[in-house]
């Protein structure tokens, strides 16, 4: 069975910094595709950040240049660096795995979210 853990959401005053974590654990055999979500209240899902195989990134047009996603591919963990956060940026931040574990094919796993207040 595969779980992911996320960590790292709180309160930080406006121009602050938060790192976020995922981490899967379970009998993993590859991750395809890491990702970062999340969603205000009021608002639709919206995709922060993702990271494929290959290392390659996207980020949304209102986080790029203040967002860093990155993975860890021998600890299974996805990474969401947040400098100069906004109020903007409030929203419960959730990770987003496609990834195959043994005996199975390629499947979406999702965090259970964390909440990120940026206020002062």
């Known amino acids: 069975q595969v779980q992911l853990v996320e960590s790292g959401g709180g309160l930080v005053q406006p121009g602050g910094s938060l790192r976020l974590s995922c981490a899967a654990s379970g009998r993993i055999v590859s991750i395809n595709y890491m990702a970062w979500y999340r969603q205000a209240p009021g608002k639709q899902r919206e995709l922060v950040a993702n990271v494929n195989s290959g290392g390659r990134t996207n980020y949304a047009d209102s986080v790029q240049g203040r967002f860093t996603i990155s993975r860890d591919n021998a600890k299974n963990t996805v990474y969401l660096q947040m400098n100069s956060l906004k109020p903007e940026d409030t929203a419960v931040y959730s990770c987003?795995?496609?990834?195959?574990?043994?005996?199975?094919?390629?499947?979406?796993?999702w965090g259970q979210g964390t909440q990120v207040t940026v206020s002062s």
């Open positions: 987003n795995l496609i990834l195959a574990a043994y005996g199975l094919g390629p499947r979406d796993y």
